[in-house]
């Protein structure tokens, strides 16, 4: 096995460092996450009419679970 001075190693962790500072720059900062979409949909009637429709179809299929429950235990 070689070895390699304290200083040389230095050196190439420094340029990968390096490297992967200007990688991690290429591409833009993202935005504040989640946290930009709250309140995007407020008024919006489609997206009221969506999560009506979500909830119902839940609501259905809770009442069927809860139906086939009876069944197997009856």
């Not at 504040?32 to 999560?51: A, H, N, S, Y």
Request: proline share 4%.
């Amino acid at each position: 096995m070689s070895e390699t001075t304290l200083e040389a190693r230095v050196a190439r962790l420094e340029k990968l460092v390096d490297g992967l500072v200007q990688e991690r720059n290429r591409y833009p900062t993202p935005g504040r996450d989640w946290r930009d979409t709250v309140g995007m949909f407020d008024g919006d009637p489609l997206f009221k009419e969506m999560i009506r429709e979500a909830f119902q179809q839940r609501e259905e299929e809770r009442r069927r679970a809860r139906a086939e429950e009876e069944r197997e235990h009856s």
